[in-house]
Protein backbone atom coordinates (compact mmCIF):
# COMPACT_ATOMS: atom_id res chain seq x y z
CA UNK A 1 0.00 0.00 0.00
CA UNK A 2 1.19 3.63 -0.97
CA UNK A 3 1.40 5.91 1.71
CA UNK A 4 -0.29 8.74 0.58
CA UNK A 5 -3.26 10.28 1.77
CA UNK A 6 -6.08 12.13 1.01
CA UNK A 7 -8.80 14.21 3.09
CA UNK A 8 -11.72 14.23 3.13
CA UNK A 9 -12.85 11.36 1.02
CA UNK A 10 -16.39 12.87 0.17
CA UNK A 11 -17.25 16.35 0.47
CA UNK A 12 -20.30 18.64 -0.38
CA UNK A 13 -20.53 22.15 -0.22
CA UNK A 14 -22.39 24.81 -1.39
CA UNK A 15 -21.61 27.22 -3.96
CA UNK A 16 -19.38 30.00 -2.91
CA UNK A 17 -17.17 27.94 -0.06
CA UNK A 18 -13.57 28.26 0.18
CA UNK A 19 -12.36 24.58 0.30
CA UNK A 20 -8.86 22.79 0.85
CA UNK A 21 -8.45 19.33 0.15
CA UNK A 22 -5.16 17.72 1.78
CA UNK A 23 -2.71 15.93 0.55
CA UNK A 24 0.21 14.42 2.98
CA UNK A 25 2.85 11.20 2.41
CA UNK A 26 5.52 10.10 4.11
CA UNK A 27 7.22 8.51 1.07
CA UNK A 28 10.03 11.90 1.21
CA UNK A 29 9.07 12.18 -1.83
CA UNK A 30 9.44 15.33 -3.68
CA UNK A 31 7.33 15.11 -6.76
CA UNK A 32 3.65 15.48 -6.39
CA UNK A 33 0.62 16.00 -7.91
CA UNK A 34 -2.97 16.89 -8.58
CA UNK A 35 -4.75 15.40 -11.05
CA UNK A 36 -8.71 15.88 -11.77
CA UNK A 37 -10.98 13.36 -12.78
CA UNK A 38 -14.61 13.21 -13.70
CA UNK A 39 -15.63 9.67 -12.73
CA UNK A 40 -14.74 6.87 -14.98
CA UNK A 41 -12.84 9.49 -16.98
CA UNK A 42 -9.59 10.14 -18.12
CA UNK A 43 -6.58 12.11 -15.73
CA UNK A 44 -6.36 15.54 -16.32
CA UNK A 45 -3.07 17.43 -14.65
CA UNK A 46 -4.07 20.61 -12.43
CA UNK A 47 -0.49 21.08 -10.57
CA UNK A 48 2.76 19.73 -9.71
CA UNK A 49 5.25 20.47 -7.57
CA UNK A 50 9.05 19.37 -7.64
CA UNK A 51 9.87 19.99 -4.40
CA UNK A 52 9.29 22.63 -1.40
CA UNK A 53 8.72 25.99 -2.57
CA UNK A 54 7.74 25.15 -6.47
CA UNK A 55 4.83 24.79 -7.72
CA UNK A 56 3.68 24.35 -11.40
CA UNK A 57 0.28 24.56 -13.07
CA UNK A 58 -0.50 21.48 -15.42
CA UNK A 59 -2.20 20.91 -18.40
CA UNK A 60 -6.21 21.50 -17.62
CA UNK A 61 -6.76 25.21 -16.55
CA UNK A 62 -8.16 25.11 -12.85
CA UNK A 63 -9.20 28.18 -11.02
CA UNK A 64 -7.69 25.91 -7.68
CA UNK A 65 -4.12 27.09 -6.23
CA UNK A 66 -2.03 24.98 -4.37
CA UNK A 67 1.29 25.16 -1.83
CA UNK A 68 3.84 22.91 -0.94
CA UNK A 69 5.56 24.53 2.35
CA UNK A 70 6.44 20.87 3.30
CA UNK A 71 7.76 18.30 1.52
CA UNK A 72 5.27 15.79 2.87
CA UNK A 73 2.27 17.77 2.38
CA UNK A 74 0.32 19.53 -0.95
CA UNK A 75 -2.62 21.09 -0.49
CA UNK A 76 -5.34 22.43 -3.05
CA UNK A 77 -7.43 25.23 -2.43
CA UNK A 78 -10.61 26.71 -4.22
CA UNK A 79 -11.20 29.77 -3.16
CA UNK A 80 -14.66 30.14 -3.89
CA UNK A 81 -15.96 26.52 -4.94
CA UNK A 82 -18.70 26.70 -8.25
CA UNK A 83 -20.98 23.43 -9.63
CA UNK A 84 -18.31 22.84 -12.20
CA UNK A 85 -15.92 22.12 -9.52
CA UNK A 86 -17.63 19.10 -8.89
CA UNK A 87 -14.98 16.10 -9.26
CA UNK A 88 -12.87 13.73 -8.46
CA UNK A 89 -9.21 15.00 -7.24
CA UNK A 90 -6.24 12.23 -7.09
CA UNK A 91 -3.17 13.32 -5.63
CA UNK A 92 0.13 11.31 -6.58
CA UNK A 93 3.68 11.39 -5.51
CA UNK A 94 6.70 9.87 -7.29
CA UNK A 95 10.75 10.24 -6.53
CA UNK A 96 12.62 12.86 -8.12
CA UNK A 97 15.01 12.40 -10.62
CA UNK A 98 13.75 8.99 -11.77
CA UNK A 99 11.38 9.88 -14.35
CA UNK A 100 10.45 6.55 -14.99
CA UNK A 101 6.49 7.60 -14.40
CA UNK A 102 5.72 5.23 -11.27
CA UNK A 103 3.56 7.68 -9.49
CA UNK A 104 1.68 6.52 -6.06
CA UNK A 105 -1.65 7.51 -5.95
CA UNK A 106 -4.19 8.60 -3.00
CA UNK A 107 -7.55 7.53 -2.95
CA UNK A 108 -9.05 10.75 -4.40
CA UNK A 109 -11.35 13.33 -2.95
CA UNK A 110 -15.09 13.41 -4.50
CA UNK A 111 -15.88 16.64 -4.49
CA UNK A 112 -19.82 17.96 -5.26
CA UNK A 113 -20.64 21.56 -5.66
CA UNK A 114 -24.30 22.26 -5.19
CA UNK B 1 2.86 15.91 -29.92
CA UNK B 2 3.04 12.63 -27.89
CA UNK B 3 -0.50 10.84 -27.52
CA UNK B 4 -1.92 7.02 -26.18
CA UNK B 5 -5.34 5.72 -27.09
CA UNK B 6 -7.39 3.56 -25.97
CA UNK B 7 -9.58 2.30 -28.67
CA UNK B 8 -12.18 0.47 -26.42
CA UNK B 9 -14.23 1.79 -23.63
CA UNK B 10 -15.46 -1.06 -22.53
CA UNK B 11 -14.36 -5.05 -22.91
CA UNK B 12 -16.64 -7.85 -21.40
CA UNK B 13 -14.90 -11.39 -20.72
CA UNK B 14 -16.09 -14.35 -19.32
CA UNK B 15 -14.17 -15.41 -16.09
CA UNK B 16 -11.07 -17.91 -16.56
CA UNK B 17 -10.80 -16.55 -20.40
CA UNK B 18 -7.96 -14.78 -21.23
CA UNK B 19 -8.03 -10.94 -21.55
CA UNK B 20 -6.47 -7.71 -23.49
CA UNK B 21 -6.82 -4.44 -23.13
CA UNK B 22 -5.67 -2.46 -26.21
CA UNK B 23 -3.53 0.54 -26.11
CA UNK B 24 -1.80 2.19 -28.89
CA UNK B 25 0.96 5.42 -28.45
CA UNK B 26 2.30 8.15 -30.79
CA UNK B 27 5.99 9.22 -28.89
CA UNK B 28 9.05 10.80 -30.39
CA UNK B 29 11.95 8.72 -29.71
CA UNK B 30 11.83 5.59 -27.36
CA UNK B 31 8.59 5.29 -25.23
CA UNK B 32 8.06 4.89 -21.76
CA UNK B 33 5.13 2.98 -21.43
CA UNK B 34 2.72 2.29 -18.33
CA UNK B 35 -0.72 0.69 -17.03
CA UNK B 36 -2.54 1.56 -14.16
CA UNK B 37 -5.77 0.30 -12.35
CA UNK B 38 -8.31 2.06 -10.90
CA UNK B 39 -11.05 0.30 -8.65
CA UNK B 40 -14.31 2.13 -7.87
CA UNK B 41 -14.18 4.68 -5.80
CA UNK B 42 -10.18 4.69 -5.06
CA UNK B 43 -7.09 6.06 -6.65
CA UNK B 44 -4.41 4.75 -8.92
CA UNK B 45 -2.61 1.65 -8.77
CA UNK B 46 0.36 1.16 -11.04
CA UNK B 47 0.56 -1.94 -13.10
CA UNK B 48 3.38 -2.43 -14.68
CA UNK B 49 5.65 -0.62 -16.98
CA UNK B 50 7.90 -0.91 -20.10
CA UNK B 51 11.47 1.18 -20.14
CA UNK B 52 13.43 -1.08 -22.30
CA UNK B 53 14.34 -5.00 -22.83
CA UNK B 54 11.62 -7.80 -23.20
CA UNK B 55 8.69 -6.36 -25.22
CA UNK B 56 6.78 -8.87 -22.87
CA UNK B 57 6.52 -7.03 -19.29
CA UNK B 58 5.25 -9.44 -16.45
CA UNK B 59 3.10 -6.87 -13.54
CA UNK B 60 1.38 -7.17 -10.43
CA UNK B 61 -1.83 -9.53 -10.16
CA UNK B 62 -0.66 -11.85 -13.03
CA UNK B 63 -1.09 -8.85 -15.75
CA UNK B 64 1.62 -8.77 -18.42
CA UNK B 65 1.91 -6.75 -21.47
CA UNK B 66 3.31 -6.72 -24.72
CA UNK B 67 5.27 -4.00 -26.17
CA UNK B 68 4.58 -3.82 -30.36
CA UNK B 69 7.17 -1.08 -32.02
CA UNK B 70 5.87 -1.87 -35.32
CA UNK B 71 2.23 -1.43 -34.57
CA UNK B 72 2.95 1.10 -31.83
CA UNK B 73 0.90 -1.05 -29.41
CA UNK B 74 1.18 -1.69 -25.27
CA UNK B 75 -1.62 -4.41 -24.96
CA UNK B 76 -2.50 -5.62 -21.45
CA UNK B 77 -3.04 -9.49 -21.46
CA UNK B 78 -3.94 -11.88 -18.86
CA UNK B 79 -3.94 -15.61 -19.35
CA UNK B 80 -7.12 -16.52 -17.13
CA UNK B 81 -9.36 -13.55 -16.41
CA UNK B 82 -10.69 -13.28 -12.45
CA UNK B 83 -14.13 -10.99 -11.48
CA UNK B 84 -11.98 -9.63 -9.18
CA UNK B 85 -10.07 -8.19 -12.16
CA UNK B 86 -12.86 -5.38 -12.74
CA UNK B 87 -11.68 -2.54 -12.54
CA UNK B 88 -11.07 0.43 -14.62
CA UNK B 89 -7.39 0.40 -16.69
CA UNK B 90 -5.08 3.25 -17.79
CA UNK B 91 -2.32 3.20 -20.63
CA UNK B 92 0.28 5.66 -20.31
CA UNK B 93 3.19 7.35 -22.04
CA UNK B 94 5.46 9.14 -20.46
CA UNK B 95 6.39 12.68 -22.47
CA UNK B 96 9.47 14.08 -23.46
CA UNK B 97 12.22 16.07 -22.13
CA UNK B 98 12.03 18.56 -20.59
CA UNK B 99 8.45 17.75 -19.08
CA UNK B 100 8.53 13.47 -18.40
CA UNK B 101 4.87 14.47 -17.29
CA UNK B 102 2.55 11.28 -18.22
CA UNK B 103 -0.16 11.79 -20.78
CA UNK B 104 -3.39 9.62 -20.37
CA UNK B 105 -5.28 7.01 -22.33
CA UNK B 106 -9.15 7.50 -21.96
CA UNK B 107 -9.32 4.45 -19.91
CA UNK B 108 -11.10 1.19 -20.30
CA UNK B 109 -13.64 -0.52 -18.13
CA UNK B 110 -12.97 -4.52 -17.78
CA UNK B 111 -15.80 -6.33 -16.79
CA UNK B 112 -15.19 -10.10 -16.04
CA UNK B 113 -18.21 -12.24 -15.42
CA UNK B 114 -18.72 -15.36 -13.87
Known amino acids: EADIYQTPRYLVIGTGKKITLECSQT?????MYWYQQDPGMELHLIHY???????EKGDLSSESTVSRIRTEHFPLTLESARPSHTSQYLC?????????????FGEGSRLTVL | AQSVAQPEDQVNVAEGNPLTVKCTYS??????LFWYVQYPNRGLQFLLK????DNLVKGSYGFEAEFNKSQTSFHLKKPSALVSDSALYFC????????????WGAGTKLIIKP
Open chain 2, 50 to 53: YITG
Open chain 1, 49 to 55: SYGVNST
Open chain 2, 92 to 103: AVRDIAPNYQLI
Open chain 1, 27 to 31: MGHDK
Open chain 2, 27 to 32: VSGNPY
Open chain 1, 92 to 104: ASTLAGTNTGELF
